[in-house]
């Protein structure tokens, strides 16, 4: 049966091997003991009677999930580290890194993922050894992941407001293009109407040196008739 489940998700918290707690629809049979016990997450707090697993499914949670109509549990392991654990750990997390494409730098969230992953690792490892360390980091990460949860929303609410922006500088764009547009046709018309009259003014000007240069022959018409008529009466 066991071959035959869904492997859970591949994480750096370190987990014991899953265990078969019940068939679906009869969990309640499955132990007396809640998967997910209700403790006071507070170093000074901790009482002397309890047991590290306990403790861990309190502050890291067992992951469950159904195959075959059965529900199966995998708690997080209470397995002290050694200095080879954590060398391990630091391998592996680069090479998540690296076959995840996790962004180097901005919000990433599979980079994200991995460090809390990390994180929770070492949570483990502290409180395994020293209970009131593992809970004052655990405490230190809410406090982390509660600061990036606003820097991504602040991150969030920027984008919006960039995306709002640019969409309103595009409508404005077109909107200025198309008054563009309705300029160049105006100008267009200005432009013909400037020569329909540059023409008539031009048609108007031949007219006039024509009728001046008729009026100034006959004129000078005049004055000749007039020359000789003087001549002919002396």
């Given at each position: 049966a066991?071959?035959?489940?869904?492997?859970?998700?591949?994480?750096?918290?370190?987990?014991?091997?899953?265990?078969?707690?019940?068939?679906?629809g009869d969990r309640a049979s499955a132990g007396s003991q809640p998967l997910k016990g209700t403790l006071p997450l507070t170093p000074g707090s901790i009482p002397?009677?309890?047991?590290?697993?306990?403790?861990?499914n309190a502050i890291l949670p067992p992951r469950e999930w159904e195959e075959a109509?059965?529900?199966w549990v995998q708690e997080v392991s209470t397995a002290?580290?050694?200095?080879?654990?954590?060398?391990?750990?630091?391998e592996q997390l680069d090479r998540q890194l690296?076959?995840?494409?996790?962004r180097e730098t901005g919000l990433c969230p599979v980079r994200r993922e991995l460090y809390t992953q990390c994180f929770d690792e070492?949570?483990?490892?502290?409180?395994?050894?020293c209970a009131e360390r593992g809970l004052l980091l655990l405490r230190v990460r809410d406090e982390l992941q509660l600061t990036l949860a606003?820097?991504?929303a602040l991150y969030e609410s920027s984008v919006a407001f960039g995306v709002r922006k640019a969409l309103q500088a595009e409508q404005g764009k077109a909107h200025l293009e198309e008054r563009i547009a309705e300029l160049e046709e105006e100008k267009k018309e200005l432009e013909k109407q400037v020569s329909?009259?540059?023409?008539?003014?031009?048609?108007?000007?031949?007219?006039?040196?024509?009728?001046?240069?008729?009026?100034?022959?006959?004129?000078?018409?005049?004055?000749?008739?007039?020359?000789?008529?003087?001549?002919?009466l002396k």
């Open positions: 066991a071959a035959a489940m869904a492997a859970p998700p591949e994480s750096l918290l370190r987990y014991c091997t899953p265990v078969l707690v019940s068939r679906r002397s009677s309890q047991q590290p697993q306990e403790l861990l109509q059965k529900l002290p580290s050694t200095r080879r654990d954590v060398v391990q750990l630091q690296q076959q995840r494409q996790a070492l949570i483990r490892q502290t409180t395994v050894s606003a820097y991504q329909e009259e540059k023409a008539k003014c031009e048609a108007i000007e031949k007219q006039e040196t024509e009728r001046r240069e008729i009026e100034e022959k006959k004129h000078s018409e005049e004055v000749l008739f007039l020359k000789q008529t003087n001549q002919q």
